[in-house]
């Protein structure tokens, strides 16, 4: 979609055939949007302009320019061929007023067509212009429709073409995959520069927040030591901590059951029999003492 500029006597509406003047020359062209009041001074600023209204006679001239087109094509095409050169062609265009046609090619490579030229000049009796293109102006001119199911940004308003690079798929967390984020030309897809922009500030702030989030958490960690430093826990007493160290011992030794263990045990229970055995003698002999004097 390109900008013409209009006089103040154009009345036009969308999609109105029309002729204008571009920098290949005269042109067939479709109004896309009405004219518009231009303000004082940027008339300059346009450099195409329009001229008039299309006819039945520019249609019919319309028609007869597709047809010559196809010819062009199949005559550029058998040079080639026959020149071997290492080059695909795109597009042909003739002017409307026929007095230029420009082919539209690809090549990897630097591709001497001076021979092409002479052939295509002899054969078709014009003006001929062979332009080299990258692969972003063929799909531009090729047209299609993208991944997302609409027709292509390039072909249907997209002007210029902006450097993309992986850097703006890295930055908004889009798949590495070369075909996921490839377009038809084969290059990055062109609306990875859409919203690159709003991702960088973002970043940056989600980067502080989450700076903030951890000097918080610093802050309630030496916090929270400071206070048991200025506070600390009582400490249990020896002798609590003596007697339930021999506790533990006594319930490791007798949970393990060693012999160590079962000859303490026993020998407790002897002298206590022993001490029993001499209680009740003492006893004994005071009662016989005391039955010896009733007599």
Known sequence: MLTFSCGDDAVLKRDDICLVESDKGIEWGTCVLPPEPCPAGTEDRYSMRFLRKANI????????????EKQARDVCLRRIAKHNLDMKLVDVEYTFDKRRIVFYFTAEERVD???LVRDLAHELRTRIELRHIQVRDEAKMVGGIGSCGRELCCSSWLNDFKPISMRMAKRQNLSLNPSKISGQCGRLLCCLSYENEQYE????????????????????????????????????????????????????????????????????????????????????????????SRN
């Open 113 to 115: 067509f001076r021979q």
């Open 201 to 292: 500030p973002l970043k940056k702030r989600k980067q502080r927040e989450r700076e903030e989030r951890e000097r918080e958490q610093r802050e309630e960690t030496q916090e929270t030591e400071a206070q048991e430093q200025a506070h600390p826990r009582p400490q249990p007493v020896e002798a609590e901590t003596a007697q339930e160290s021999a506790g533990q011992q006594a319930q490791d030794a007798g949970a393990s059951g060693s012999p160590q263990g079962q000859d303490t045990a026993e020998g407790g229970d002897e002298q206590s029999r022993s001490k029993a055995r001499k209680r009740g003698k003492r006893r004994g002999g005071k009662r016989r003492k005391g039955g010896g």
């Open 57 to 68: 006679n520019d249609e019919r001239t319309f028609e007869s320019l597709l047809h010559e």
